[in-house]
């Protein structure tokens, strides 16, 4: 049976923090942390989401964190696509709407794809229809040979920045999907226990082949500030600009006469 001192260790040891660091940060003193990792103190619910806050746990395993110390959970989590989320699907398919005519879309917290614009389209010719079957995911669809590698002119820049992001995830988070995830497409590209160079952790274009020429394109992320729901926090929308004028006018192009104008999703 997991405790929640139990729990509250660990995730100070993924961190990289000692006790003394944890209780500074969160306003109390390191016996008192120590008491609640050994069991010997029974934390409140507000000292629980106190802790987690300092580090940085994400809510579902604060959730977690709140059930073993004894507590009702606090977080919801609801579908993208349940009825009562409507107002913040609507939200974000405006933003989609507006990026276009270059491709964006919502992604959870293990890359599945949950929203695409228009132009996301585009990029999918010649996919193996395998690679298409719901839960489309991100990582796959674009490091599978089946996929966009193919495509891809610069795999292994991209190869780079998803491996960076993906080892930083299953750090953050401990998921095992993501975990697997990972060592899918990146077990057998680094000793265990490496780190990805700085390299990977600088802004890159990716280059595609598209429509008879090249698309170069680098990406921003969005994610909601400060959510208190589980889904909210595990999205993210993940929006491509084209990197130079040419790249610029291909898009629009193919999007045709509306591509030459910002569409404000009305």
């Known amino acids: 049976m ?6 509250l260790r660990e995730w100070r040891h993924s961190r990289r923090l000692s006790q003394l660091d944890l209780a500074l940060a969160a306003g109390v003193s390191p016996r008192y942390v120590s008491l609640i990792e050994t069991g010997r103190s029974r934390p409140s619910a507000d000292m629980v989401l106190r802790l987690a806050a300092q580090l940085e746990v994400p809510l579902r395993h ?24 409507s107002a913040v699907r609507d939200a974000v398919a ?31 010719a010649d996919v193996n229809p ?11 669809l674009g490091l599978d040979p089946r996929g966009l590698a193919s495509r891809i002119v610069n795999l292994a820049d991209v190869r780079s920045f998803f491996r960076a992001r993906l080892s930083r995830q ?3 988070t401990g998921d095992p999907v993501i975990g697997a995830l990972y060592d899918e ?17 600088v802004a890159i274009p990716m280059v595609f082949r598209l429509d008879g020429g090249e698309v170069r394109l680098f990406s921003t992320i969005t994610t909601f500030g400060t959510p208190q ?5 595990e999205i993210s929308i993940e929006s491509y600009y084209p990197a ?8 629009r192009s193919m999007a045709g006469p509306a591509g030459d104008r910002c569409d404000d999703g009305q």
């Open 2 to 7: 997991e405790t929640v001192g139990g729990l």
């Open 94 to 124: 405006r933003v989609l709407k507006a990026h276009e005519p270059y491709p964006a879309l919502v992604v959870d917290r293990r890359w599945n794809i949950l929203m695409t614009n228009a132009p996301v389209v585009h990029f999918l």
């Open 62 to 85: 604060r959730n977690r964190l709140l059930v073993a110390a004894g507590f009702a959970p606090r977080y919801r989590e609801r579908p993208l696509d349940e009825p009562d989320m």
């Open 244 to 251: 130079d004028a040419d790249s610029a006018a291909v898009l």
């Open 185 to 201: 497409f990146f077990a057998d590209d680094e000793p265990a226990g490496s780190t990805p160079g700085l390299e990977s952790e």
């Open 170 to 172: 299953v750090a953050r």
């Open 229 to 233: 729901d589980i889904t909210l926090e």
């Open 130 to 140: 395998q690679l298409l079957v719901a839960p489309v995911n991100m990582v796959r």
